[in-house]
């Protein structure tokens, strides 16, 4: 069990922090920093005169606005900052500097993601990004001929093609399972999955939140799949970030993700976390004496240190505001976004408008006449803004990702824009 983080440690520091009157002490002494944040500072509600201190934490360029953020996050000043030092420690005294970052690794990024996910920090390892973690999740799993993974429809091609590799080389069955996009219904997704589940069925593997920015019922599908024996492997690519999020309490097998998207990290970084009991069912690729006591799912060799360190930062900022917070403003910017397409008579609205089955920040929609690919740069020549398309389930969906950096005032820019073209 780890020495830095587990949860006999935490309940004791829990305890430790209860004083008299029984209450948690701030996230502070929790060994979180203040990310530069004064008390005042922390937003309360959701205005963008509230979120003014935040975003002056964001060195993005004045005159452009960033709604990609599902594609690649933006990460803060002082994340920035963290890696710029970092690789200024490793060419100034590259040996020390290494030592020192490793250890920052060890000491504050894994029990930071650890405790932000409430996971032991010994079932996390660190990747490049989601992918890297999904193709390990994938290509680990021990199956033999005729064993069945089931995927579903609105898999991102990440976590769909490791198992078309093991499909030609393991000879197993891969079944797809439609998810209708928009979402029906959370009863719905679980009904579609575990209806295909039959006895040769060894796991599923599914999204947290899809590409297009659905919220797939998790801890429903876990439950299932848990029931039947079947193993339950996560995307959270699109989730982590924007809402708090217990993997622990999701109850799945592994589950990966990158952290430079919603958590603001530095582009290439994620993580993999397989729960301690299914180490006996997803074996690593990296060990040929692999252990499950011990199992060194990390891909070896020399690491992105700067980068891994500064993940720490990235975590400490959005935890410093509070992952709820974060999930309420993400949602009221795109309810905002929402209501204005709602008033266009040539727009479709393809996202749910119920919290339960849709992301905070991620907003899907076709305009008629407009070829999504295209409109990406028309918005960017006509406003200096970065949007996305969603060319995939069957749509010609124009991708509008905003995080807690964003403002109404952009949002109203956008509809304006979108309104000329
Ligand atoms: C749902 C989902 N999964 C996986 C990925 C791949 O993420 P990465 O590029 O960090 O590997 C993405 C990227 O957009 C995604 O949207």
Redesign the pocket.
Known sequence: MSDLFDKTRRSFLLKSLLGSTGMILPTKALSFTNAGFTTNDIPKGNSDREWRKVRSKFILKSNVTYMNN??LGMPPKLVVNAVTNGYKSISVEPLIGKRELQKKIRSKTLPALARMFDVYKDDIVLTR???EA?FLQAMGVELKTGDEVLVTSQE?P??SRPWMYRKNHDNIIIKNVFIPSPLISKKDTVNRITKEITPKTKALSF?HI??GGHLYPVKEICNEARKRNVLSLV?G??AVGQFPINITDLGCDAYAS?L?KWILAPSGT?FLYIQKESRKRIRTLFDPDFLAENPSYEPPGTKDFPLRAAIYEAVNFLQTIGLEKVNKRCRYLSNYLKQGLANFNDVKILSGADGEISAPGSTIFEKEGLDAVEAVDIVYKKIRTHIDEHQRDGHNAIRISTHVYNTKREIDKLLNALEMI
Request: proline residues 0%.
């Open positions: 599902a594609s990004n989601a992918s999904l991102h990440a976590g999204c899809t590409r995307d690519a699109q990158s430079h994620g």
